[in-house]
């Protein structure tokens, strides 16, 4: 069976990142870093103290030779890059709440962003804790697909190194797109956007000084982290803009919901909480749902239904088509 264009892409990458891996003795996620930046930089080979070697440096300039990215569309160098980021991933054996959010939840995202845009192209879009901005970049080139129109994306994350393959892989898919190193509970040099996408860390935010800024924070020890980035991100949200969050399945749920519920009908409209295909966990307790906030102002509207429910079973391809014509109809009926 021939290869697909993902797979042929996918090796090639593969390639030239395990030659700059063993040639430098570094990780694949390290190499995978260098190779897509001499991509980037029109296939030259960057060469510091000698190193790659002068061996090295032929095969990959043979390689590199072969990769032509203007024979792909943006989202197909995505999905490739993807593959071999989450190689990398798996090697370096990530903490989880550093790994990559699968397409199967990406694409749910973009499509509930179309699905709430009501047909209005969204020109700006945050995510705080992007990551190497595979969430990100899916929700941008659906959305451009869908609309034809360009959308300017702000990425923010603590790692620089995610963050470094976020940046090259969004020049790569020609995204318009502006990173942030940085703690995102901190300030951010943003201008509000009008829509918010983010696969949340789960988890304590250990700077309580810092937290006693927020509305959501803990009344006694530390404040949940997912709590105080749903607040701030959806303060650098336009009036009637709208945040789509990957939060646990119960966060409404526990003990300390209270202040964040408290913050919620204060600030914003609660549009929806849908918990994600159960078969997409290992375990109950793992689920998560995509919890949908419209802040408030600029004509915007409390729903007159709240949008909740559960995916089916994702590989019952019949039931998830109907659920999701369900979604835009509740849209039209609810929110138009």
Do not use: C
């Not at 000698?50 to 024979?71: C, F, H, M, R, W």
């Not at 939840?105 to 995510?127: M, P, R």
């Not at 997912?226 to 803009?241: A, F, N």
């Amino acid at each position: 069976m021939p290869k697909s264009a993902v797979e042929s892409l996918f090796d090639q990458l593969d390639q030239t990142t395990t030659l700059i891996e063993q040639n430098l003795e570094t990780t694949y996620l390290d190499a995978l870093t260098e190779s897509i930046a001499n991509i980037a930089d029109g296939g030259r080979v960057k060469v510091v103290d000698g190193l790659p070697d002068q061996q090295t440096v032929s095969q990959l300039n043979a390689l590199y030779a072969e990769i032509n990215l203007k024979q792909y569309d943006a989202e197909l160098i995505r999905q490739a890059i993807q593959l071999v980021t989450l190689k990398g991933l798996r090697q370096v054996k990530v903490e989880p709440n550093k790994q990559m959010t699968p397409d199967a939840i990406g694409y749910l995202v973009a499509y509930l962003a179309e699905v709430f845009s009501g047909g209005t192209a969204f020109k700006t879009i945050l995510d705080p804790v992007a990551g190497t901005g595979n969430l990100l970049t899916t929700v941008m080139n659906h959305l451009q697909s869908i609309t034809k129109q360009a959308m300017r994306g702000f990425a923010v994350d603590n790692d620089d190194s995610l963050l470094e393959i976020a940046g090259i892989s969004s020049e790569l898919q020609q995204l318009d797109t502006t990173l942030f190193h940085q703690d995102a509970i901190e300030p951010l040099m943003i201008e509000p956007v009008g829509l918010a996408v983010a696969d949340l860390p789960i988890g304590f935010y250990p700077i309580d000084e810092r937290a006693q800024d927020f509305e959501t924070r803990a009344q006694t020890g530390h404040s949940y982290a997912h709590h105080l980035l749903i607040e701030q991100t959806m303060h650098y949200v336009q009036d009637g803009g709208f945040g789509f969050f990957l939060v646990p399945n119960v966060i409404l749920e526990t003990d300390e919901a209270k202040q964040l519920v408290k913050w919620v009908t204060k600030h914003v409209y609660l549009q929806g909480l849908l918990s994600l295909p159960a078969n997409l966990f290992k375990t109950k307790e793992g689920q998560k749902a995509i919890l949908i906030l419209q802040k408030k102002g600029a004509g915007a509207q409390q729903a007159k239904q709240i949008l909740l429910g559960e995916f089916p079973n994702s590989n019952d391809q019949k039931a998830f088509a109907d659920y999701l014509q369900k979604i835009r109809t509740w849209h039209q009926e609810n929110l138009v």
